[in-house]
T-cell receptor, first 117, second 114 residues
Framework: EPEVTQTPSHQVTQMGQEVILRCVPI?????FYWYRQILGQKVEFLVS????????KSEIFDDQFSVERPDGSNFTLKIRSTKLEDSAMYFC???????????????FGPGTRLTVT | GENVEQHPSTLSVQEGDSAVIKCTYS??????FPWYKQELGKRPQLIID?????GEKKDQRIAVTLNKTAKHFSLHITETQPEDSAVYFC?????????????FGQGTILTVHP
């Protein structure tokens, strides 16, 4: 069964550094998402992406964040200048999207644990 | 935007007992309500979901009920087993501009004692 993959599984970075988190969604999926989960807390929506543009972003997703789908397979989340409070697990997810039936089943990647020191 | 509240935050049961977790949502246009199980350090795993045109759905020991009028939905686990111990999240997909965007509840730590 196809799966969403994410790399790296764990990233350690220093405050102020840029990080890029990578995701490969399932190949025939059309809708892509990034979520964040701070340790011990709920999963929070960051951004959704469809047709090569952002469809919605949360308040967390400020100017330090950006997303890209550079080559039709990878989906990346960049944090320009990391802060301590960016330490969290970041999950990529995708939905196939069937406009007639409205399939919402979301497939999550295994996550990237980001630690900012 | 959508807001999802989940209760209780922790739930402790004996093996074989039933467990019930409840969620309420705020957006009356929400139309899809999944439940996820998450083990430590792992991704959320979909265990059951329900659409707004259905009142109840069952899959073996797991069932979900939805009350659209009251805007709440519940997860029922019967004959609990120690391997059911995990964090459970409810979520809702609202009627906003972003297709499929999930808003999660705060999570319930379920502990099943042998």
């Amino acid at each position: 069964e196809p799966e969403v993959t994410q790399t790296p599984s764990h990233q350690v970075t220093q405050m102020g550094q840029e990080v890029i988190l990578r995701c490969v969604p399932i190949s025939n999926h059309l809708y892509f998402y990034w979520y964040r989960q701070i340790l011990g807390q709920k999963v929070e929506f960051l951004v959704s992406f469809y047709n090569n543009e952002i469809s919605e972003k949360s308040e967390i997703f400020d100017d330090q964040f950006s997303v890209e789908r550079p080559d039709g397979s990878n989906f990346t989340l960049k944090i320009r200048s990391t802060k301590l409070e960016d330490s969290a697990m970041y999950f990529c997810a995708s939905i196939r999207g069937e406009t007639v039936i409205g399939s919402y089943e979301q497939y999550f990647g295994p996550g990237t644990r980001l630690t900012v020191t | 935007g959508e807001n999802v509240e989940q209760h209780p935050s922790t739930l402790s049961v004996q093996e074989g007992d039933s467990a019930v977790i409840k969620c309420t949502y705020s957006d009356s246009a929400s139309n899809y309500f999944p439940w996820y199980k998450q083990e430590l350090g792992k991704r959320p795993q979909l265990i059951i979901d329900i659409r707004s045109n259905v009142g109840e759905k069952k899959d073996q020991r797991i069932a979900v009920t939805l009350n659209k009028t009251a805007k709440h939905f519940s997860l029922h686990i019967t004959e609990t087993q120690p391997e059911d111990s995990a964090v459970y999240f409810c979520a809702a997909v609202g009627g906003g501009t972003s297709y499929g965007k999930l808003t999660f509840g705060q999570g319930t730590i379920l502990t099943v004692h042998p």
